[in-house]
């Protein structure tokens, strides 16, 4: 045996070995310790259920009218365009075209043609009940933030909106300060809007913007998908994600990209300049706010797309790719460690994509009360 | 560094230091860095080092056939742990002489079984998750006998479909 060769080394040598061995054995364990991260930039899954404000309890009444006016042309200028127009169930409640298409357009997302170019990208309806939530699920519908430049406060304020812009819904019909009391009018003229206003607000309410934009947000806190493979991760199911998707999750955190994309919704609400490039179809470079834009969601991207307040990346692969030379503007960006190598980008991509929950409220009605197309010029 | 590589790295050393003449080269016992170059893993970890056992089967004039075994785990990863165990057989043959000592190649290829733990601190919770698998593992080296009782070779390996490394290489034969 070579144990017994004269010409070996003294036994040190093989005390040496066996200390070799162990200490490569003792470098790693089973339960290796997680990446630290500080609570105001953890994710996690969302709240089962979905908070209202305290002026405007959710009810199945008001759900059921806010969903026709969602879906109804009546409340365009020209009787072309409803919210659904630009926010389709088909496509995730947003048109999956890089720069929305408004009023006088025909078709749906990326059949559309025609029509104003919007200069903004549609968000997603989708979980728009919840912005603005924090680590410990907390936030006030009342007095949140909508839109790429945070310029609403609620789902209630921000439904109103698009009915005043000229781009979006109301074309040349009427102007902005009117356009919500002719909306108003149009309705009440409706015997069917008349009764599920009643229903919804009480007998003989009268129908003015507060309530058009209460039942509409009504409607929105439905369109809830919060139960991804992510957020059954986060609630314990080890087996929703894959290896491939954890290295993804671990890179997500480690590269820093929680310093804005934190929380339930993977959003700080907070605005940021990252100096996204333009896109080339707007004639005006759109500033945001000094520059800034809000943090958006990364829930359910496999259905909006294109990508950034403009639209301007087709893909995942590309928005993430983005950030390996965005110039530093802010204190959270400064603290991005991202290595744009394809593996690690693979596996982000991988793990956004488990934030996708595709069971969410995808009826369509038949009709809207005005008897107008459902949900405007849609089909080409 | 964390003590255990500290300790590990000083043991390496000191063990160089007892090189002596030994014909009858029957085991090699080596240690191997890795970097992770390519691969899924490689979103993950960025070195591995192991340690290799090799068995001599038989000697030719330039072949040198042998059994493997290794043992590689990862270095310096938060949130996850790699292991994986490997077994294998393999060539070695010297191509050239270069100060009288053999420069060579070698290849092998086996088995693995991998194991990764992972980590992760979301809201309110740490999560814990681990995967284990079966898979092939190759390994195409270039090497050069240093001494009698000491090779060098630099490798590129390849862990399943999911990772590709290069590293270098030290075994010990006795």
Not at chain 1, 74 to 80: E, I, K, P, R, Y
Not at chain 1, 174 to 198: G, H
Request: aromatic content about 10%; overall charge negative; hydrophobic content about 40%.
């Amino acid at each position: 045996m070579i144990f017994q060769n004269i010409n070996t080394p003294p036994n040190t040598t093989y005390i040496f070995a066996l200390l070799i061995i162990s200490s490569i054995l003792s470098l790693n364990s089973c339960s290796p310790e997680a990446e630290y991260v500080p609570i105001d930039q953890q994710v996690g899954a969302l709240p089962q259920f979905v908070i209202a404000p305290n002026d405007n309890p959710t009810t199945a009444e008001k759900v059921e009218l806010g969903r026709k006016l969602f879906w109804d042309p009546v409340l365009s200028g020209n009787f072309d365009m409803a919210c659904v127009t630009c926010h389709h169930p088909n496509n995730g409640y947003t048109d999956n075209i890089d720069l929305s298409l408004g009023v006088g357009g025909r078709g749906l997302a990326q059949n559309r043609t025609g029509g104003i170019l919007i200069k903004r990208n549609a968000p997603t309806i989708i979980n728009t009940a919840f912005n603005g939530i924090d680590q410990a699920g907390n936030y006030d519908p009342s007095n949140t933030v909508h839109f790429w430049d945070n310029r609403s406060k609620s789902l209630e304020d921000q439904s109103l909106e698009p009915i005043k812009s000229m781009e979006e819904m109301r074309g040349d019909a009427y102007t902005a300060d009117e356009a919500i009391n002719v909306v108003s009018a149009r309705l009440a003229a409706i015997p069917q809007y008349v009764e599920l206003f009643n229903i919804a607000f009480g007998d003989d309410t009268q129908i003015n913007g507060d309530k058009i934009g209460k039942a509409i947000a009504a409607f929105e806190r439905t369109i809830i998908a919060n139960n991804s493979r992510f957020d059954q991760y986060a609630r314990g199911d080890e087996t929703a994600l894959n290896a491939q998707e954890i290295r993804g999750l671990n890179a997500f955190i480690e590269a820093k990209c929680t310093a804005c994309h934190n929380g339930p919704m993977f959003s700080d609400y907070k605005l940021h300049d990252l100096g996204v490039p333009n896109n080339d179809k707007l004639p005006q470079i759109d500033n945001g706010v000094d520059g800034k834009f809000r943090t958006p969601t990364l829930r359910n991207l496999s259905s909006s797309g294109p990508f950034m307040h403009n639209g301007v990346f087709d893909n995942l692969t590309s928005a993430v790719n983005f950030y390996d030379n965005m110039e530093v503007n802010d204190d959270d960006a400064a603290q991005l460690n991202f290595e744009d190598e394809a593996d690690t980008v693979a596996a982000i991509v991988a793990f956004i994509q488990t934030l996708n929950d595709e069971d969410f409220d995808k009826t369509i009605p038949e009709s809207v009360p005005s008897g107008l197309p459902v949900g405007g010029n849609i089909s080409n | 560094m964390n003590s255990s590589k500290l300790t590990f790295l000083i043991l390496f050393i000191s063990q160089l230091c007892f090189s002596q003449s030994n014909d009858n080269q029957k085991f090699q016992l080596g240690l191997q860095s890795n970097y992770f170059l390519a691969g899924e893993l490689n979103a993950t970890y960025d070195i591995s080092t192991g340690i290799e056992a090799k068995y001599f089967l038989k000697h030719t004039e330039k072949f040198h056939h042998f059994i493997n075994a290794t043992f590689t785990t990862d270095i310096g990863t938060t949130g996850a742990n790699l292991f994986v165990y490997d077994i294998g057989l393999g060539s070695q043959y010297d191509f050239l002489q270069l100060f009288k000592k053999p420069l060579f190649f070698q290849l092998n290829a086996g088995l693995l079984y991998w194991q990764e733990y992972f980590s992760t601190q979301l809201i309110e919770a740490t999560i814990s998750n681990n995967t284990s698998q079966l898979g092939f593992k190759a390994n195409l080296g270039i090497g050069y006998r240093i001494s009698n009782k000491l090779n060098v070779a630099v490798n590129a390996s390849q862990f399943n479909t999911h990772g590709t490394t290069i590293g270098i290489s030290l075994h010990y034969s006795f």
